[in-house]
């Protein structure tokens, strides 16, 4: 089966533009998450889906941040205006059945200079 | 609330050397515990898991024991390859809810021919 998907893989972005980031999860997964690695810090949660709902956004930094997954299927994440700090990997995985690991996509590399 | 600590590393070793990354863990109740290795270039993927005390997880020549006496879920391997370097992390995640995972900082692990 194919795996998730992300992209793009690398983003280049000037302070205050904005920046969608894609996620295609494995096909069935009802759970699709967004976590984010910012340089030589833990990889932290942002939200989890289900299905087209926000089971949890208890992790998104601020309202910067939008995440949608309209249809249950792929998911995007925008940021807008982007800031320096938002630099880092972001990651999406997606789960059929939670808290038995979950399939990660490769991440996107988002930079904000 | 919970947490993930991970010796940090770097950590470089020669081909066929014993590996052990510490882990241990800060949590309310009986997470599940993970480890999950990112090679060069690529996602995260699950490498072992334990869901209850005294369980065993292992794959690829790794193992880690649920220590819940110590919180700990430290990563061991007899005699590690070249093919192992990569970055290694160790996380949690609560039963229940939308089971997000909780992460370590990381491992970089080298491996030297």
């Known amino acids: 089966e194919a795996g998730v998907t992300q992209f793009p893989s690398h983003s280049v972005i000037e302070k205050g533009q904005t920046v969608t980031l894609r996620c295609d999860p494995i096909?069935?997964?009802?759970?699709l998450y967004w976590y984010r690695r910012v340089m030589g810090k833990e990889i932290k949660f942002l939200l989890h889906f289900v299905k087209e709902s926000k089971q949890d956004e208890s992790g998104m930094p601020n309202n910067r941040f939008l995440a949608e997954r309209t249809g249950g299927t792929y998911s995007t994440l925008k940021v807008q205006p982007a800031e320096l700090e938002d630099s880092g990997v972001y990651f999406c995985a997606s789960s059929q059945t939670p808290g038995y690991g979950y399939t990660f996509g490769s991440g996107t590399r988002l930079t904000v200079v | 609330g919970n947490s993930v600590t991970q010796m940090e590393g770097p950590v470089t070793l020669s081909e066929e050397a014993f590996l052990t990354i510490n882990c241990t863990y800060t949590a309310t109740g009986y997470p599940s515990l993970f480890w999950y290795v990112q090679y060069p270039g690529e996602g995260l993927q699950l490498l072992l898991k334990a869901t209850k005390a005294d369980d065993k997880g292992s794959n690829k020549g790794f193992e880690a024991t649920y220590r819940k006496e110590t919180t700990s879920f430290h990563l061991e391997k007899g005699s590690v390859q070249v093919s192992d370097s990569a970055v290694y992390f160790c996380a949690l995640s609560k039963q229940g809810g939308s089971e997000k995972l909780v992460f370590g900082k990381g491992t970089k692990l080298t491996v030297n021919p």
């Open positions: 096909s069935g997964h009802d759970n």
